[in-house]
C-alpha cells in the first residue's frame, strides 16, 4: 500500500484487501467442504450397491478431502489473513497456496477417476455421476487454484485482482458505511445486566463498560449466584462465560431456558471455548448470541445492542398483547352485560343471526308507580342514582335465581326466565323474582325516605327470543306470551304481583293467590286473574 495515499483512501485499499482475503478463504472453503461431503456420502453408498471393493479408495478421498480442509483452515485463518492483508508478500502467499493445495487436489481427481470409471464399467450410473460431482468440486478447486497463478504482480495497495473479485467486493463494502471507533454509539434504551465469568478482570472490565453506557450492571462469579441474582433481580439481558467452576456455563443457560420466568431474557455466551459443538448447542439451547474471547469490543457492543433492542421489542409486544388482552376482556363484560353468555359465545363463533324459539317461559314486567312525579321533584343526578340503585338491586336478585334480564325501557323492567337455557321450573324462579323485588323496592325506600311501588306483571307460555341490531345489540324476546305478560302489568294493581291462568296452574301447588275475578284484558278478552301472595309453607315430614 503506498506511503504517498491519502489515509482515507489507504484505510479503504486496507479494508478491501481484508475483505478479499476473506473472500479467497470463502472461494476454496466450499468446493473442499463438497469433496467430503460427496466422500462421505459415497462411501454409505457403496455398500448399499455392493461397491464395497470401492471403500478404499473412497477412505483415501475423504481423507484428501480432510486434509484439504486443514490446509486451507491453517493457510486462510482469518486472523492471520488480517495482518496478512497490510504488510505480506502476497505473491509468496499465492505461491504457497497453489503448491501446498494441488497436492490433496491431486489425490481426488487421481482415485475420483478411476473409481468413476469402474462404476461405470460396472453398470452404476448413478454411483458414478455423484462422483463425478465430487471432481466438479476438485476442478472448480483446481481453475481456482489456477486464477491464483495468472494474476500479475499485485498494483500498489494490495490483492485487488485476485480471484477476478475487486469489482464485486468493492462495490459490496460501498454500501456499508465503515465503522468510526471514535463515534458515539447509537442510544439504546438503559436497561439491567447481569455479567457472569469466574474472572474477576474480565467482569470489571465488562462491567465498566457497560456502565459507561448507560447500563446498570451485575455482577456473578459463578452459575449459582447467577441464578439466584436473576430470580431476585431478573434482568434484560445475561452475558455468560462458558467455562466456569462448579456448573458450567451451558448448565447455567439450560436452566434460564427452562425457568418460565427467565427464560425470555437473552442469553449471549462469551467464551475461548472456539468449539463448533459447544457453539451449535448452545444456540440450540436458545442462548442469543456466542462470542469468542478475546472480542472485538466494537463486535461486542454491537451483538448486545442488537440483543437489547430485540428484548425491548419483545417487551413492547408484550405489553401491546397485555393491552389488547385487556381491551377484549372489556369489551367481553360489556358485550355480556348486554347478552346472555350462551348468546354472546355464538355470536363470537361467527353466528350471524341468532333466534331461538322456547316452548316453556315465563315472562315478568315490572313498573314503578310514583316515578314520573317523582323525577319532577329529583334533581337529575337524585332520580338516576335512586333509579340505578333499584334495577342493579333487581340485576342481583336475577342473577341469582337465575333469570335473563331481558331490557329497562323507562321505569320498567322486564326479565324472562327459561331462556337462553330451558329450565323446567322457570315460573317458580319468575314468582320468587316477582317477591323478592318488592322486598328490594321496599328496603330502598324506606333508606331513600320514599313510597315508590311496584306493579308487576307475569305470564307463561312460548316466545322467540334473539339478537337484533349490528352496533348496538339487543337480546330481546316476542310472541304472545311477552304480550300478555306487559298486559297483566299494565293491567294489575300497585303493590301486587299480577298473574295470568296459565301461571297460576304452574304455580298453585307451592304459591299462595288471591282470585282477582273476571278482568277484560286489552286483546285478550275476559281472563280469569290472580294476585299472587307468597310461597306456601312446606309440610311437616311425616
Known sequence: MSDQAPAEDQAKLARIERALLAHIRQEFSAPAAAIVDYARMLIADAGAFGLDHMAEDLGRIRTAGENLNALIASLLDPVQLAERAGDCDLEAFRTK????LRTPISAVKGYGEMLAEDARAEGHEGFAKDLDRLLDAANRMLRQIDALAQVGAPEPGGVEAVLGAEQLVAAALDTIQPIDPDAVAREIEPSSILVIDDNESNRELLSRRLTREGHTVMTAEDGEKALATLERNGADLVLLDL???????????RRIKTAPLLRHIPVIMISAVDEIDSIVRCIELGAEDYLLKPFNPVLLQARINASLEKQQLRKREQSAVHDLEAEREKSEKLLLNILPLKVASRLKTGEDLIADKFGD?????????????LSTRLQPRQLVDLLNRIFSSFDDLALELGLEKIKTIGDCYMAAAGLPEPRPDHAKIAADMALGMLKKLAAINEKAGEALELRVGMHSGPVVAGVIGTHKFVYDAWGDAVNTASRMESHGKAGEIHVSPMTFRLLRNDYTFSPRGPVEIKGKGMMETYFLRGAKAPRPAT
Do not use: N, Q, Y
Request: hydrophobic fraction near 55%.
Open 97 to 100: 497456496l497453489r503448491h501446498d
Open 243 to 253: 467455562v466456569m467452576p462448579g456448573i458450567s456455563g451451558f448448565e447455567v443457560l
Open 361 to 373: 317461559v315465563t315472562v315478568l314486567f315490572a313498573d314503578l308507580v310514583g316515578f314520573t312525579p
